[in-house]
Protein backbone atom coordinates (compact mmCIF):
# COMPACT_ATOMS: atom_id res chain seq x y z
CA UNK A 1 0.00 0.00 0.00
CA UNK A 2 1.26 3.45 -0.51
CA UNK A 3 0.62 4.38 3.03
CA UNK A 4 2.98 2.13 4.12
CA UNK A 5 5.81 2.75 1.13
CA UNK A 6 5.58 6.20 2.58
CA UNK A 7 5.60 5.16 6.29
CA UNK A 8 8.70 3.29 5.67
CA UNK A 9 10.68 5.52 3.49
CA UNK A 10 9.73 8.38 6.78
CA UNK A 11 11.02 6.01 9.25
CA UNK A 12 14.48 5.13 6.83
CA UNK A 13 14.74 9.20 6.67
CA UNK A 14 14.47 9.33 10.72
CA UNK A 15 17.21 6.96 10.71
CA UNK A 16 19.99 8.62 8.28
CA UNK A 17 18.84 11.44 9.95
CA UNK A 18 19.67 10.16 13.11
CA UNK A 19 23.06 9.28 11.90
CA UNK A 20 24.41 12.34 10.46
CA UNK A 21 23.95 11.36 6.65
CA UNK A 22 21.75 14.64 6.54
CA UNK A 23 21.59 14.99 2.34
CA UNK A 24 20.37 11.62 2.54
CA UNK A 25 18.01 11.85 4.65
CA UNK A 26 16.60 14.72 2.68
CA UNK A 27 16.56 12.98 -0.55
CA UNK A 28 14.24 10.37 0.76
CA UNK A 29 12.01 12.22 3.15
CA UNK A 30 11.50 14.45 -0.22
CA UNK A 31 10.84 10.77 -2.04
CA UNK A 32 8.29 10.01 0.84
CA UNK A 33 6.43 13.37 0.53
CA UNK A 34 6.41 12.84 -3.36
CA UNK A 35 4.98 9.62 -3.09
CA UNK A 36 2.40 10.70 -0.77
CA UNK A 37 1.54 13.51 -3.08
CA UNK A 38 1.22 11.14 -6.14
CA UNK A 39 -1.32 8.90 -4.08
CA UNK A 40 -3.32 11.68 -2.90
CA UNK A 41 -2.95 11.52 0.50
CA UNK A 42 -2.78 14.39 2.49
CA UNK A 43 -2.09 13.08 6.10
CA UNK A 44 1.08 11.00 4.92
CA UNK A 45 2.52 14.15 3.12
CA UNK A 46 2.30 16.28 6.31
CA UNK A 47 3.58 13.88 8.30
CA UNK A 48 6.24 13.03 5.41
CA UNK A 49 7.31 16.37 5.62
CA UNK A 50 8.21 16.32 9.45
CA UNK A 51 11.57 14.84 8.80
CA UNK A 52 12.40 16.93 5.79
CA UNK A 53 11.83 20.22 8.03
CA UNK A 54 14.01 18.64 11.14
CA UNK A 55 16.99 17.82 8.81
CA UNK A 56 16.53 21.27 7.25
CA UNK A 57 16.51 22.43 10.73
CA UNK A 58 19.90 20.43 11.95
CA UNK A 59 21.79 21.29 8.55
CA UNK A 60 21.13 24.81 9.29
CA UNK A 61 18.89 25.48 6.12
CA UNK A 62 16.34 27.58 7.75
CA UNK A 63 14.69 29.38 5.25
CA UNK A 64 13.98 26.37 3.21
CA UNK A 65 12.42 24.98 5.78
CA UNK A 66 10.17 27.79 6.24
CA UNK A 67 9.87 27.65 3.00
CA UNK A 68 8.68 24.24 2.68
CA UNK A 69 5.92 25.05 5.51
CA UNK A 70 4.93 27.98 3.26
CA UNK A 71 4.30 25.83 0.70
CA UNK A 72 2.25 22.90 2.26
CA UNK A 73 0.08 25.58 3.82
CA UNK A 74 -0.57 26.39 0.20
CA UNK A 75 -0.66 22.64 -0.93
CA UNK A 76 -4.17 22.32 -2.69
CA UNK A 77 -4.10 18.67 -1.41
CA UNK A 78 -4.04 20.04 2.35
CA UNK A 79 -6.22 22.45 1.99
CA UNK A 80 -8.83 20.21 0.50
CA UNK A 81 -9.30 17.75 2.96
CA UNK A 82 -12.52 17.96 4.81
CA UNK A 83 -13.90 16.83 8.49
CA UNK A 84 -12.13 13.99 10.55
CA UNK A 85 -8.92 13.63 8.72
CA UNK A 86 -8.69 17.90 8.15
CA UNK A 87 -8.36 18.18 12.05
CA UNK A 88 -5.22 15.59 11.65
CA UNK A 89 -3.47 17.30 8.88
CA UNK A 90 -4.02 20.47 10.98
CA UNK A 91 -2.23 18.54 14.10
CA UNK A 92 0.50 17.23 12.10
CA UNK A 93 1.14 21.00 10.22
CA UNK A 94 1.41 21.99 14.10
CA UNK A 95 3.62 19.70 15.08
CA UNK A 96 5.52 20.61 11.75
CA UNK A 97 5.55 24.28 13.26
CA UNK A 98 6.62 24.14 16.65
CA UNK A 99 10.69 24.97 15.64
CA UNK A 100 9.19 28.18 13.99
CA UNK A 101 7.16 29.41 16.73
CA UNK A 102 9.75 29.05 19.21
CA UNK A 103 12.35 30.35 16.88
CA UNK A 104 9.84 33.59 16.39
CA UNK A 105 9.45 34.14 20.03
CA UNK A 106 5.75 33.04 19.82
CA UNK A 107 5.74 30.55 22.11
CA UNK A 108 2.49 31.68 24.04
CA UNK A 109 0.33 32.10 20.91
CA UNK A 110 1.68 28.02 20.00
CA UNK A 111 0.58 27.33 23.22
CA UNK A 112 -2.68 28.55 23.18
CA UNK A 113 -3.07 26.53 19.50
CA UNK A 114 -2.03 23.23 20.79
CA UNK A 115 -4.57 23.98 23.78
CA UNK A 116 -6.69 24.18 20.71
CA UNK A 117 -5.57 21.63 18.77
CA UNK A 118 -6.31 19.32 21.56
CA UNK A 119 -9.84 19.99 22.16
CA UNK A 120 -10.51 19.43 18.68
CA UNK A 121 -9.04 16.01 18.92
CA UNK A 122 -10.95 15.15 22.18
CA UNK A 123 -13.77 16.03 20.59
CA UNK A 124 -13.51 13.67 17.68
CA UNK A 125 -16.23 11.34 17.15
CA UNK A 126 -13.22 8.41 16.91
CA UNK A 127 -10.66 8.94 19.32
CA UNK A 128 -7.43 9.79 17.63
CA UNK A 129 -4.72 8.84 20.39
CA UNK A 130 -1.31 9.44 18.49
CA UNK A 131 -1.74 12.89 17.47
CA UNK A 132 -3.36 13.75 20.96
CA UNK A 133 0.11 12.13 22.96
CA UNK A 134 1.96 14.33 20.27
CA UNK A 135 -0.09 17.40 20.61
CA UNK A 136 0.29 16.82 24.85
CA UNK A 137 4.23 16.28 24.30
CA UNK A 138 4.46 19.23 22.12
CA UNK A 139 2.68 21.30 24.96
CA UNK A 140 4.64 20.06 27.47
CA UNK A 141 7.90 21.18 26.03
CA UNK A 142 6.33 24.80 25.18
CA UNK A 143 5.57 25.11 28.99
CA UNK A 144 8.80 24.09 29.96
CA UNK A 145 10.42 27.02 27.93
CA UNK A 146 8.07 29.33 29.80
CA UNK A 147 9.09 28.30 33.14
CA UNK A 148 5.75 26.88 34.14
CA UNK A 149 7.21 23.45 35.64
CA UNK A 150 3.74 22.38 37.12
CA UNK A 151 1.51 22.54 33.81
CA UNK A 152 4.34 21.05 31.74
CA UNK A 153 4.28 17.91 34.00
CA UNK A 154 0.77 17.27 33.79
CA UNK A 155 0.87 18.05 30.07
CA UNK A 156 4.19 15.19 29.26
CA UNK A 157 2.52 12.77 32.04
CA UNK A 158 -0.84 13.22 30.39
CA UNK A 159 1.20 12.24 27.34
CA UNK A 160 3.22 8.99 28.94
CA UNK A 161 -0.76 7.76 29.94
CA UNK A 162 -1.50 8.10 26.22
CA UNK A 163 1.28 6.32 24.79
CA UNK A 164 0.94 3.21 27.56
CA UNK A 165 -1.97 2.95 27.02
CA UNK A 166 -1.05 2.80 22.89
CA UNK A 167 1.35 0.48 24.06
CA UNK A 168 3.64 2.60 22.35
CA UNK A 169 7.06 1.66 25.19
CA UNK A 170 9.71 3.50 22.93
CA UNK A 171 7.54 7.20 22.41
CA UNK A 172 6.71 6.68 26.13
CA UNK A 173 10.17 6.33 27.10
CA UNK A 174 11.49 9.16 25.53
CA UNK A 175 8.66 11.39 26.99
CA UNK A 176 9.76 10.40 30.07
CA UNK A 177 13.18 11.67 29.50
CA UNK A 178 12.01 15.04 28.38
CA UNK A 179 9.94 15.01 31.78
CA UNK A 180 13.47 14.08 33.44
CA UNK A 181 14.69 17.28 31.60
CA UNK A 182 12.01 19.64 33.43
CA UNK A 183 12.48 17.81 36.55
CA UNK A 184 16.59 18.74 35.73
CA UNK A 185 15.30 22.94 35.21
CA UNK A 186 13.25 22.56 38.78
CA UNK A 187 16.72 21.45 40.38
CA UNK A 188 14.37 18.65 41.34
CA UNK A 189 17.21 16.01 40.70
CA UNK A 190 15.97 12.79 42.33
CA UNK A 191 13.46 13.30 39.84
CA UNK A 192 15.47 14.14 36.99
CA UNK A 193 17.58 11.06 37.55
CA UNK A 194 14.75 8.72 38.16
CA UNK A 195 12.89 9.72 34.97
CA UNK A 196 15.50 9.61 32.67
CA UNK A 197 16.98 6.20 34.34
CA UNK A 198 13.61 5.00 33.37
CA UNK A 199 14.28 5.83 29.65
CA UNK A 200 17.54 4.76 29.65
CA UNK A 201 16.59 1.41 30.68
CA UNK A 202 13.99 1.00 28.16
CA UNK A 203 15.62 1.94 25.33
CA UNK A 204 18.36 -0.58 26.28
CA UNK A 205 15.64 -3.09 26.42
CA UNK A 206 14.13 -1.72 23.13
CA UNK A 207 18.16 -1.41 21.38
CA UNK A 208 17.12 1.58 20.53
CA UNK A 209 20.90 3.39 20.61
CA UNK A 210 20.43 5.97 18.68
CA UNK A 211 18.01 6.91 21.59
CA UNK A 212 19.95 6.19 24.30
CA UNK A 213 22.99 8.37 23.30
CA UNK A 214 20.86 11.20 24.50
CA UNK A 215 19.60 9.80 27.44
CA UNK A 216 23.02 8.83 28.97
CA UNK A 217 24.07 12.01 27.93
CA UNK A 218 21.26 14.14 30.05
CA UNK A 219 22.21 11.55 32.82
CA UNK A 220 25.29 12.78 33.11
CA UNK A 221 24.64 16.46 33.25
CA UNK A 222 22.20 15.20 36.31
CA UNK A 223 25.94 14.19 38.03
CA UNK A 224 27.28 17.68 36.76
CA UNK A 225 24.37 19.74 38.33
CA UNK A 226 24.72 17.79 41.59
CA UNK A 227 29.14 18.62 41.38
CA UNK A 228 29.21 14.66 40.48
CA UNK A 229 32.11 15.64 38.31
CA UNK A 230 33.74 12.44 38.35
CA UNK A 231 30.33 10.54 38.09
CA UNK A 232 29.42 13.06 35.14
CA UNK A 233 32.45 12.74 32.63
CA UNK A 234 31.91 8.77 32.61
CA UNK A 235 28.53 8.87 31.45
CA UNK A 236 29.39 11.72 28.82
CA UNK A 237 32.34 9.41 27.56
CA UNK A 238 29.78 6.62 27.65
CA UNK A 239 27.82 8.57 25.24
CA UNK A 240 30.47 10.33 23.24
CA UNK A 241 32.05 6.35 22.49
CA UNK A 242 28.05 5.23 21.94
CA UNK A 243 27.68 8.12 19.47
CA UNK A 244 30.41 8.03 17.32
CA UNK A 245 29.68 4.33 17.18
CA UNK A 246 26.49 4.61 15.51
CA UNK A 247 27.06 7.74 13.71
CA UNK A 248 25.17 10.27 15.58
CA UNK A 249 26.97 13.09 14.47
CA UNK A 250 24.65 15.81 16.58
CA UNK A 251 25.06 13.76 19.32
CA UNK A 252 28.79 13.52 19.57
CA UNK A 253 29.35 17.33 19.44
CA UNK A 254 27.52 17.57 21.90
CA UNK A 255 28.69 14.94 23.98
CA UNK A 256 32.57 16.70 23.25
CA UNK A 257 30.96 20.23 24.18
CA UNK A 258 29.98 18.87 27.17
CA UNK A 259 33.18 16.75 28.42
CA UNK A 260 35.20 20.14 27.43
CA UNK A 261 32.91 21.65 29.75
CA UNK A 262 33.71 18.82 32.60
CA UNK A 263 37.15 19.70 32.09
CA UNK A 264 37.56 23.16 32.70
CA UNK A 265 35.37 22.25 35.65
CA UNK A 266 38.11 19.95 36.85
CA UNK A 267 40.45 22.62 36.11
CA UNK A 268 41.93 20.65 33.21
CA UNK A 269 41.99 23.56 30.86
CA UNK A 270 44.55 22.91 28.02
CA UNK A 271 42.91 19.39 27.81
CA UNK A 272 39.46 20.48 27.35
CA UNK A 273 40.50 22.80 24.63
CA UNK A 274 40.26 20.38 21.73
CA UNK A 275 36.61 19.50 23.08
CA UNK A 276 35.40 23.20 22.69
CA UNK A 277 37.28 23.85 19.35
CA UNK A 278 35.13 20.92 17.87
CA UNK A 279 31.72 21.96 19.65
CA UNK A 280 32.56 25.66 18.29
CA UNK A 281 33.17 24.73 15.02
CA UNK A 282 30.14 22.53 14.46
CA UNK A 283 27.94 25.06 16.37
CA UNK A 284 28.65 27.67 13.69
CA UNK A 285 28.88 25.11 10.95
CA UNK A 286 25.29 24.12 11.75
CA UNK A 287 23.76 27.52 11.69
CA UNK A 288 22.20 26.86 14.93
CA UNK A 289 22.40 30.63 16.39
CA UNK A 290 20.34 29.74 19.22
CA UNK A 291 22.96 27.44 20.92
CA UNK A 292 25.82 30.89 20.01
CA UNK A 293 25.47 32.33 23.06
CA UNK A 294 26.41 29.10 25.42
CA UNK A 295 29.53 28.56 23.55
CA UNK A 296 30.50 31.97 24.06
CA UNK A 297 29.81 31.60 27.73
CA UNK A 298 31.82 28.34 28.05
CA UNK A 299 34.51 29.98 25.80
CA UNK A 300 34.80 32.95 28.12
CA UNK A 301 35.01 30.21 31.04
CA UNK A 302 37.89 28.56 28.73
CA UNK A 303 39.80 31.93 28.11
CA UNK A 304 39.34 33.50 32.27
CA UNK A 305 40.90 29.98 33.22
CA UNK A 306 43.80 30.72 30.93
CA UNK A 307 44.37 33.96 32.86
CA UNK A 308 43.26 36.23 29.87
CA UNK A 309 40.79 37.91 30.87
CA UNK A 310 40.08 40.87 28.48
CA UNK A 311 39.24 38.29 26.46
CA UNK A 312 36.82 36.20 28.74
CA UNK A 313 35.10 39.84 28.91
CA UNK A 314 34.70 40.07 24.70
CA UNK A 315 33.33 36.96 24.57
CA UNK A 316 30.72 36.84 27.53
CA UNK A 317 28.99 40.04 25.77
CA UNK A 318 29.75 38.80 22.43
CA UNK A 319 26.50 37.69 20.15
CA UNK A 320 25.43 35.59 17.57
CA UNK A 321 27.90 36.65 14.48
CA UNK A 322 30.95 37.46 17.10
CA UNK A 323 33.86 35.49 17.75
CA UNK A 324 34.88 33.49 14.95
CA UNK A 325 36.50 30.43 15.55
CA UNK A 326 39.62 31.59 14.22
CA UNK A 327 40.18 33.99 17.23
CA UNK A 328 39.50 32.50 20.29
CA UNK A 329 42.33 31.22 21.09
CA UNK A 330 44.44 28.44 21.52
CA UNK A 331 45.49 26.93 24.84
CA UNK A 332 48.74 27.88 27.21
CA UNK A 333 48.77 29.65 30.27
CA UNK A 334 47.35 29.15 33.52
CA UNK A 335 44.53 27.28 34.57
CA UNK A 336 42.78 27.60 37.92
CA UNK A 337 42.98 24.49 40.46
CA UNK A 338 39.30 22.88 40.62
CA UNK A 339 36.89 23.95 42.82
CA UNK A 340 35.22 22.29 45.69
CA UNK A 341 31.78 22.44 44.48
CA UNK A 342 31.35 23.26 40.32
CA UNK A 343 28.60 25.72 40.84
CA UNK A 344 27.22 24.08 38.00
CA UNK A 345 23.28 23.57 38.91
CA UNK A 346 20.64 23.30 36.67
CA UNK A 347 18.77 26.94 35.35
CA UNK A 348 15.68 28.70 36.50
CA UNK A 349 12.63 29.70 34.45
CA UNK A 350 12.93 30.42 30.63
CA UNK A 351 16.73 29.75 30.93
CA UNK A 352 16.65 26.72 31.78
CA UNK A 353 14.94 26.03 28.43
CA UNK A 354 16.85 28.19 26.90
CA UNK A 355 20.14 26.12 27.20
CA UNK A 356 18.15 23.07 27.13
CA UNK A 357 17.71 23.68 23.83
CA UNK A 358 16.64 19.95 20.69
CA UNK A 359 15.70 20.25 18.51
CA UNK A 360 11.88 23.36 20.72
CA UNK A 361 15.16 21.20 21.18
CA UNK A 362 17.24 21.94 24.70
CA UNK A 363 20.36 24.03 23.67
CA UNK A 364 18.95 26.01 20.53
CA UNK A 365 17.76 28.86 22.40
CA UNK A 366 18.49 31.48 24.21
CA UNK A 367 15.71 33.34 25.80
CA UNK A 368 16.47 35.06 29.51
CA UNK A 369 20.04 35.16 31.43
CA UNK A 370 22.40 32.46 30.91
CA UNK A 371 21.96 29.69 34.45
CA UNK A 372 24.18 28.33 35.77
CA UNK A 373 26.26 26.35 32.99
CA UNK A 374 25.03 23.06 33.18
CA UNK A 375 25.65 21.80 30.20
CA UNK A 376 23.25 20.98 27.35
CA UNK A 377 20.95 18.58 27.18
CA UNK A 378 19.56 16.55 24.01
CA UNK A 379 15.71 16.45 22.73
CA UNK A 380 13.50 16.93 19.78
CA UNK A 381 9.97 16.74 19.88
CA UNK A 382 7.87 14.43 18.45
CA UNK A 383 6.09 16.00 15.06
CA UNK A 384 8.86 18.53 14.49
CA UNK A 385 11.72 16.41 14.16
CA UNK A 386 12.62 12.70 13.54
CA UNK A 387 11.60 11.42 16.70
CA UNK A 388 9.02 12.40 19.81
CA UNK A 389 12.29 13.15 22.00
Not at 94 to 110: I, S, T, Y
Not at 115 to 129: H, K
Request: net charge positive.
Amino acid sequence: MPERQVEFLEHLANLLHYTGRWEESLSTGKRAMALAQEHGNALSLVRAAASVTATLRFSGRHEEERQLLEELEKNPLVQAVTGHTRTLVQAQMLLNRLDLFRDQGRVEEAIRRFDEMIGALETLPRPELPPLAMSCHARGLLLWLCGAYPEAIRSLRRSMDLLTRLGDVFAEAITSGILGLVYWSMGSLDAAEAAIRHSIEANERLGAYWRLVPEVGNLGLVCLSRGQLPQALEQIERQITMARHIGARYELCRGIGNRGMIKLLLGRCTEAWPDLEEDWKFTQQSGQRQSVGFGLAILSMYHAGMGRHEEARRLAGAGPGDGPADSLGRPGGHCPTRPGRTGAAPGKGRAAAAIAGTGTRPAQTGRGRLPALAGRPGRRPRGAGPALG
